[in-house]
């Protein structure tokens, strides 16, 4: 069986995006000692080296990254890191769920196979049933907040930014019924970035005499 791994970014209070769908805002109180920290470009980009098929989702979100990336490709001024990024990303295996996505929208990008959102669970379960490595949903709140909620989610990685947003998305919609087991912790000095790694398995019932 593989492994479903979701990694997001996070405000402290809580913040997927803020209420134009950017993160930019976000980033108008960064603390100076934090300017140009990439340890979360580090993070991402080893988790998409042990992953075999990437999941995107969302026409804005999916097409946006995979422009904004193939734009990073070729750009002699882009970090390394960030460079390697585009690489892995727009080399790696693609499912994209969106119900809007043509054949012709991705073209110009490979290893694209699109599905449609009523056919997501069935094809993540897919996936997870075959032979292959790891499956990475990077950003794609909407997907995998509906994922947990199958009971889809092996791992969720959530990396927590020194920042508050005040307003925004949430990063869930509901609460899943699911239980998190602490896997580990990670914090870097560099930039104020705090990793906890959560196993997620499906929520036991708990028993009367505990709920009184």
């Given at each position: ?78 970090s390394a ?42 094809a993540i ?8 490595g790891g ?78």
């Open positions: 069986m593989r492994m479903l791994t979701v990694c997001n970014f996070v405000t402290v209070d809580g913040r997927y995006e803020d209420d134009d769908h950017d993160i930019v805002s976000f980033f108008e109180h960064q603390h100076p000692d934090y300017a140009g920290a990439d340890s979360f470009d580090h993070y991402t980009t080893g988790l998409l080296r042990d992953s075999d098929t990437l999941v995107l989702s969302g026409r804005r979100s999916a097409l946006g990254n995979l422009g904004y990336w193939t734009g990073v490709r070729g750009n002699p001024d882009a890191i960030r460079r390697e990024f585009a690489e892995l990303i727009l080399g790696a295996e693609k499912l994209v769920v969106s119900d809007t996505i043509t054949e012709a929208d991705v073209a110009p990008y490979d290893n694209v196979r699109i599905v449609r959102v009523n056919e997501s669970r069935d379960r897919s996936l997870k049933e075959g032979d292959g499956i990475l949903i990077l950003l794609g709140r909407v997907l995998w907040n509906d994922l947990m909620h199958a009971g889809l989610v092996d791992e969720l990685h959530l990396v927590t930014f020194p920042l508050i947003a005040g307003s925004g998305v949430p990063l869930f919609d509901a609460r899943p019924p699911v239980a998190l087991k602490l896997l580990g912790t990670h914090s870097w000095e560099s930039s104020g970035n705090v990793l906890m790694r959560w196993r997620v398995d499906g929520a036991a019932p708990v028993e009367a005499s505990r709920r009184t």
